[in-house]
């Protein structure tokens, strides 16, 4: 099983700030089957990135994916205040299980 | 366009079973997967499984078979998942969600409290 490791766990930005976020797998993802969720309280995840740096239709330039065999970056280059959530990081390569990471929170700061 | 539309919440007694459906409109039901996820209180994402609507066949999450079924009714494009010898463990938020294959798990329904308690 492919273990992804987030960090930080919590980001404390301010709007209008540029957010760098993290996922490092414990093995190569597969054709970079990596994607990034965004999750508000009390919500369902939204998908932002798949492929690694495909955005997700709907998503706003402001988000950006890259990387490729173990380690993922996801970009938000200005903090809208829409923004502030849990990201989650998911590598769904040709063999399951589907893994997550545990999370980064990005919060006002 | 797409939805996905979740049964609503349920409380269950430890040893019993649940089932969860969730009904899809918007999209040819057939073409994709669905993805089970569930979500402890204040924890993060675990996998569950998939289940492919063209022809049924299953992906169980390793610590969950044996314990798990995930079916479809391809007449009513609904999905389900049934989950046995519910624990106190098993509280959660459960999603359903759309396997898009190379582009992910698009669309999410919008959850189901399952709460175990005795």
């Known amino acids: 099983e492919i273990v992804l490791t987030q960090s930080p766990g919590t980001l404390s930005l301010s709007p209008g700030e540029r957010a760098t976020l993290s996922c490092r797998a414990s093995?190569?993802?597969?054709?970079?089957?990596l994607a990034w969720y965004q999750q508000k309280p009390g919500q369902a995840p939204r998908l932002l990135i798949y492929?690694?740096?495909s955005r997700a239709t709907g998503i706003p330039d402001r988000f950006s994916g890259s990387g490729s065999g173990t380690d993922f970056t996801l970009t938000i280059s200005r903090l809208e205040p829409e923004d502030f959530a849990v990201y989650y990081c998911?590598?769904?390569?040709?063999?399951?299980?589907?893994?997550f990471g545990q999370g980064t929170k990005v919060e006002i700061k | 366009q797409v939805q996905l539309v979740q049964s609503g919440a349920e409380v269950k007694k430890p040893g019993a079973s649940v089932k969860v459906s969730c009904k899809a409109s918007?999209?040819?039901?057939?073409?994709?997967?669905i993805s089970w996820v569930r979500q402890a209180p204040g924890q993060g994402l675990e996998w569950m499984g998939w289940?492919?609507?063209?022809?049924?066949?299953?992906n169980y999450a390793q610590k969950l078979q044996g314990r798990v079924t995930m079916t479809t009714d391809t007449s009513t494009s609904t999905a389900y998942m049934e989950l046995r010898s519910l624990r106190s463990d098993d509280t959660a938020v459960y999603y359903c969600?759309?396997?898009?294959?190379?582009?992910?798990?698009?669309?999410w329904g919008q959850g189901t409290l399952v709460t175990v308690s005795s």
């Open positions: 492929g690694a740096s």
């Open positions: 093995q190569s993802v597969s054709s970079s089957y």
């Open positions: 918007g999209y040819t039901f057939t073409s994709y997967g």
């Open positions: 998911q590598q769904y390569g040709s063999s399951p299980p589907v893994t």
């Open positions: 969600a759309r396997e898009g294959g190379y582009t992910a798990t698009d669309y």
């Open positions: 289940i492919s609507a063209y022809n049924g066949n299953t």
